[in-house]
């Protein structure tokens, strides 16, 4: 009987020595399958080009301008001058233009601001054709000679 417990012993060990080593080369063959992700994620910069744009606004009018935007990033748009006078308020907008010729502005997209030397308006923008628009908001009773810059990807 002592044989037969012996034996059991041993059936069992073998068993949980099999066990122990099928675990452990499963441990080390996950482990040396290494990581799909990066130890430090890094994002491109874009560069950015800063356009300028010059016209006048007729009473009542509007003016727009196009440009191409490369990548998706910010577009930036700044009315650097406009007058007479000086502190005339003007809209400004961004839009899409169409065949008709004209600037779809896009929803959100528009502020009515006074000349100033940093961006008024921003907004995210990804590859495609925009435009600018500057138009008069009712105020205006000469016409205004404005300067625009934008800048984007």
Same mark, same amino acid.
């Not at 066990?19 to 874009?46: E, K």
């Not at 300028?52 to 001058?81: E, I, K, P, Y």
């Not at 995210?124 to 138009?135: M, Y």
């Given at each position: 009987?002592?044989?037969?417990?012996?034996?059991?012993?041993?059936?069992?060990?073998?068993?949980?020595? $099999?066990?122990?080593?099928?675990? %452990?080369?499963? %441990? +080390?063959?996950? %482990?040396? &399958?290494?990581?799909?992700?990066?130890?430090?994620?890094?994002?491109p910069t874009v560069p950015r080009?800063?356009?300028?744009?010059?016209?006048? $606004?007729?009473?009542?009018?509007?003016?727009?301008?196009? +440009?191409?935007?490369?990548?998706?990033?910010?577009?930036?748009?700044?009315?650097?001058?406009?007058?007479?006078?000086?502190?005339?308020?003007?809209?400004?907008?961004?839009?899409?233009?169409?065949?008709a010729g004209n600037c779809n502005?896009?929803a959100g997209a528009t502020v009515?601001?006074?000349?100033?030397?940093?961006?008024?308006?921003?907004?995210?923008?990804?590859?495609?054709?925009? &435009? $600018?628009?500057?138009?008069?908001?009712?105020?205006?009773?000469?016409? $205004?000679?404005?300067?625009?810059?934008?800048?984007?990807?």
């Amino acid at each position: 009987m002592r044989c037969d417990l012996v034996r059991g012993s041993r059936r069992a060990r073998a068993r949980l020595f $099999v066990r122990v080593i099928g675990l %452990a080369l499963s %441990a +080390f063959a996950i %482990a040396s &399958c290494g990581s799909n992700t990066p130890a430090s994620a890094t994002t491109p910069t874009v560069p950015r080009t800063t356009e300028t744009f010059s016209g006048t $606004v007729q009473v009542g009018g509007s003016a727009f301008h196009s +440009f191409r935007v490369g990548a998706t990033g910010n577009t930036d748009v700044t009315l650097t001058a406009a007058s007479p006078p000086p502190t005339i308020v003007m809209g400004l907008a961004l839009g899409t233009p169409d065949d008709a010729g004209n600037c779809n502005r896009l929803a959100g997209a528009t502020v009515n601001v006074a000349a100033g030397s940093s961006a008024q308006l921003g907004s995210l923008t990804s590859t495609a054709t925009l &435009c $600018v628009q500057i138009r008069d908001v009712g105020n205006q009773t000469l016409p $205004v000679s404005y300067t625009v810059s934008v800048t984007h990807p």
